[in-house]
């Protein structure tokens, strides 16, 4: 079955909702150390500490020009990168790494725990990290900067990490093949804990610009991450299998997604962010590999998207080899500035030119919520709710949503659950 709402103008004021169902479609109303200076070590005044770790006592602080970086943007200062994490991790108690200002070319770099004796480790970024543009250095399963298996980091500092992508980027066959080899990440965290991410920059990175991958209580703000609108897969923040993960009051533009939520993660929450340009924020995509974890429990809140292809989208793909499900998520008080596709799900996703479709998504999408979305849309179609015709959508609701079409005139909102 599918039900087409035409010429219907997007005033759900007075708490109206549709709830998508398994039956169709229905509308209801309803303290801080400075250490004594040291030739050796580079002294530094860390301002800020991991909130995970309470205790404030001395710190031990290492600087990275101590280890042979030049910061001349010209000579590979990797080596002198992990030395300089190697004597860091090595250490005990409160830990400071400092990479002070200046150009910094490196190439890919694992910093990589555990740090036995470490009870929080801070780098402090004030510089501007230069990838390597030479992709031969990235061996396949390489990224540009991870952090791995390390508890009670702060990543910190106002500094850039800059993964000189517009080289890479003709490299990308990802848009157009799923048989592509995949781009170096500007950051990546894998297998962490307590970890917080506050003031970075990232530009032009050749993939994702920073990825969360297996972490608990991991928190990140005041980010600023950017690259061209062209500029392929290029997601601002990629989040998979993780769990007590927060984003907030950050600036995501890019080519791909603001802000990806992967497959296995729970207890996410998204705020505060300002995306555009970009494909919006997405949940997926989902159901593409055997064995993927659920996701439940996602919060978007208190975010803009300008001028984006996409505001919210919910994406699966059709054919999936194993079941899954998205349960319980929220999207509340979103702002959309001239979003071509302000509300979508799409059971059916296809990123190349074409896909053929043998069996239906089988990925169950049940409890979701959009509440308080309002702006403009560049389209007519300003939400759209295609779910698998296998496995019907379960409660959606749409609640106070006021959409209208950008220039004037009138919205409208598709659905269809091929039952």
């Excluded at 994702?208 to 005041?222: P, Q, R």
């Excluded at 207890?267 to 340009?277: A, N």
Aim: glycine share 10%; aromatic share 8%; with cysteine.
């Amino acid at each position: 079955m599918s039900i087409g709402i035409e010429d219907v103008k997007l005033h759900f004021l007075l708490s109206i909702f549709f709830c998508f169902g398994i039956n169709g479609v229905f509308a209801t109303g309803r303290r801080l150390n400075t250490a004594e200076s040291s030739p050796s070590r580079g002294i530094h005044h860390v301002p800020e500490r991991n909130p995970f770790n309470p205790r404030d006592s001395g710190s031990v602080l290492f600087n990275v020009k101590s280890f042979g970086a030049r910061a001349d943007g010209r000579t590979d200062d990797s080596k002198a990168f992990r030395a300089a994490w190697k004597a860091a991790c090595r250490s005990a108690g409160i830990v400071n790494l400092i990479i002070p200002k200046g150009e910094y070319l490196i190439g890919p770099t694992k910093f990589t725990g555990p740090c036995q004796n470490v009870s929080s480790l801070t780098i402090e970024v004030k510089g501007y990290l230069k990838a390597s543009a030479d992709l031969s250095k990235y061996d396949s399963s390489a990224d540009w900067i991870e952090f791995g298996r390390v508890e009670g980091l702060t990543l910190t500092g106002g500094g850039t990490f800059d993964g000189e992508g517009v080289k890479a980027w003709p490299y990308n066959k990802c848009p157009v093949t799923s048989r592509c080899k995949l781009l170096p990440t500007n950051i990546k965290f894998v297998a962490m804990n307590k970890t917080v991410v506050r003031g970075i920059t990232s530009v032009n990175s050749k993939f994702f610009h920073i990825a969360v991958v297996e972490c608990n209580y991991f928190k990140g703000s005041k980010l600023k991450i950017s690259a061209p609108p062209n500029s392929p897969n290029t997601d601002g923040i990629h989040i998979e299998r993780s769990s007590f993960v927060y984003f907030s009051r950050s600036h995501i533009g890019t080519g791909d997604d603001c802000v990806s939520i992967g497959q296995g993660n729970s207890q996410v929450t998204i705020t505060s962010i300002t995306c555009g340009p970009g494909h919006g924020i997405s949940v997926g995509s989902l159901g593409k590999y055997r064995n993927e974890g659920d996701v439940s429990g996602l919060v978007v809140r208190d975010c803009t998207m300008r001028e984006t292809s996409n505001g919210i989208r919910i994406k699966t793909w059709a054919n999936s080899p194993g079941s899954s499900a998205a349960t319980n998520m929220t999207f509340e008080n979103i702002v959309m500035n001239n979003v071509t596709n302000p509300i979508i799900i799409d059971q059916a996703y296809c990123p190349f030119e074409s896909c053929a479709f043998k069996a239906p998504s089988r990925v169950r999408l049940r409890d979701i919520y959009f509440k308080n979305i309002r702006g403009t849309s560049s389209s007519a179609v300003a939400v759209m709710l295609e779910c698998s015709r296998g496995i019907p959508c379960e409660n959606v609701y749409l609640q106070d949503v006021h959409l209208d079409l950008a220039g004037g005139g009138h919205a409208h909102a598709t659905s269809s659950s091929y039952r």
